[in-house]
């Protein structure tokens, strides 16, 4: 049985489908703080939080697990500069739990949901794996710290990991059965469009003078079954003895905050409101990735590559879904 911890959530969603389409058994542990419980598409779903340490230990005792796929944290990084400390709390001290609970019980696959904000402002684009690692906000940090337990916990209990650092996650389920519905929401891609459809008055684009060709921050954008398939990747990687550790998850492509407001323009067919607003802090101004890495040891290939497609997939699930999984 596979764990899937913030299986309710955006991108843990996408991916509990894609492991239901290859017929694993699934828990998903999820607190429902942000996820949502339509956005399981099978599975049982154990409604915990993961700060309760002896929950988590009871459910490791009871079912025969397999592997942990941790997606549950919280995301945002102007809040991890306002509060530092739910973040810890939250990000690693809520891991441990999960790696105490697995030593315990000999669980022994592990797959962890890094970030590009593990790098901070990177000397040089793209970004491979080895590059320099010092996150400029709490939230990256998090992250990080996480990584570097992992391979202690590989080096000393046997247990064997991928961390997937992911860049920009964007885009919905091509079928429609899924979507992008954080409360509030703060990515990109999701306000332009509701935006769109007038559930947002206007969109704030945080800073027009950065040094870049328009000014404003540049981006890679991955689509979230291409997130998802990864995690089946590597799910197999480790069945098969693979050597696990880091990955980057992104197209390659740079685009900046600008040409994402031209794309969901074009995707939706008209003007969408926008306004400059100051830089917010935490924010590097570009970050994308290298993912060769994925692409040679996981075997990874991204099937929505293109920027207008991953807007497509997500304008076709919000215009379905206005009020998301209210609808
Ligand atoms: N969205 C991105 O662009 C992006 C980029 C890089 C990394 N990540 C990482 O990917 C992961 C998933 O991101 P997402 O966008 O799907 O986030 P999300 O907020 O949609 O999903 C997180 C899920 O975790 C659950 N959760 C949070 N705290 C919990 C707790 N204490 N106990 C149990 N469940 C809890 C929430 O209810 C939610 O369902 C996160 O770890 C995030 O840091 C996301």
């Given at each position: 049985?596979?764990?899937?911890?913030g299986?309710?959530?955006?991108?843990?969603?996408?991916?509990?489908?894609?492991?239901?389409?290859?017929?694993e058994p699934?828990?998903?542990?999820d607190d429902?703080?942000?996820?949502?419980?339509?956005?399981?598409?099978?599975?049982?779903?154990?409604?915990?939080?993961?700060?309760?340490r002896?929950a988590?230990?009871?459910?490791f005792?009871?079912?025969?697990?397999?592997?942990?796929?941790?997606?549950?944290?919280?995301?945002?990084?102007?809040d991890?500069?306002?509060?530092?400390?739910?973040?810890?709390?939250?990000?690693?001290?809520?891991t441990?739990?999960l790696?105490?609970?697995?030593?315990?019980t000999?669980?022994?696959?592990?797959?962890?949901?890094?970030s590009?904000?593990?790098?901070g402002?990177?000397?040089r684009?793209?970004?491979?794996?080895?590059?320099?690692?010092?996150?400029?906000?709490?939230?990256g940090?998090?992250?990080l710290?996480?990584?570097?337990?992992?391979r202690?916990?590989?080096?000393?209990?046997?247990?064997?990991?991928?961390?997937?650092?992911y860049?920009?996650?964007?885009?919905?389920?091509?079928?429609?059965?899924?979507?992008?519905?954080h409360r509030?929401?703060?990515?990109?891609?999701?306000?332009?469009?509701?935006?769109?459809?007038?559930?947002?008055?206007?969109?704030?684009?945080?800073?027009?003078?950065?040094?870049?060709?328009?000014?404003?921050c540049?981006?890679?954008y991955?689509?979230v079954?291409?997130l998802?398939?990864?995690?089946?990747?590597?799910?197999?990687?480790?069945?098969?003895?693979?050597d696990?550790g880091?990955?980057?998850l992104?197209?390659?492509?740079g685009?900046?905050?600008?040409?994402?407001?031209?794309?969901?323009?074009?995707?939706?067919?008209?003007?969408?409101?926008t306004?400059?607003a100051?830089?917010?802090?935490?924010d590097?101004?570009?970050?994308?990735?290298?993912?060769?890495?994925?692409?040679?040891?996981l075997?990874?290939?991204?099937?929505?590559?293109?920027?207008?497609?991953?807007?497509?997939?997500?304008?076709?699930?919000?215009?379905?879904?206005p009020?998301g999984?209210?609808?």
């Amino acid at each position: 049985m596979i764990v899937v911890t913030g299986g309710a959530g955006y991108i843990g969603s996408h991916t509990v489908k894609s492991l239901l389409a290859r017929r694993e058994p699934i828990v998903v542990l999820d607190d429902l703080s942000e996820g949502h419980r339509d956005a399981v598409l099978g599975g049982k779903l154990e409604t915990i939080d993961l700060g309760d340490r002896e929950a988590v230990r009871e459910i490791f005792h009871r079912e025969p697990i397999e592997a942990v796929i941790h997606f549950a944290a919280l995301c945002s990084v102007p809040d991890s500069v306002r509060d530092p400390d739910r973040y810890f709390r939250a990000n690693v001290e809520n891991t441990l739990h999960l790696l105490s609970a697995m030593v315990e019980t000999h669980v022994r696959f592990f797959i962890f949901s890094s970030s590009a904000a593990t790098y901070g402002t990177p000397e040089r684009t793209p970004i491979a794996e080895d590059h320099r690692c010092a996150p400029i906000n709490p939230y990256g940090l998090t992250k990080l710290q996480v990584e570097d337990a992992l391979r202690w916990y590989g080096e000393s209990h046997g247990l064997r990991s991928v961390s997937l650092r992911y860049f920009n996650a964007a885009g919905a389920d091509p079928d429609g059965d899924l979507g992008e519905d954080h409360r509030p929401e703060g990515h990109l891609v999701p306000l332009l469009l509701r935006a769109a459809i007038g559930r947002v008055p206007r969109v704030s684009l945080f800073g027009d003078d950065y040094v870049t060709p328009d000014g404003t921050c540049i981006r890679d954008y991955v689509h979230v079954t291409d997130l998802a398939d990864a995690h089946c990747l590597a799910l197999d990687a480790l069945r098969r003895g693979g050597d696990g550790g880091v990955f980057n998850l992104g197209n390659g492509a740079g685009y900046s905050v600008r040409s994402v407001v031209a794309a969901a323009e074009r995707v939706v067919g008209k003007p969408i409101p926008t306004q400059i607003a100051p830089r917010r802090p935490g924010d590097p101004p570009v970050l994308v990735a290298s993912s060769d890495r994925a692409a040679r040891e996981l075997g990874w290939k991204p099937k929505f590559a293109d920027l207008d497609v991953i807007v497509s997939t997500a304008w076709n699930w919000i215009r379905e879904h206005p009020d998301g999984y209210d609808n």
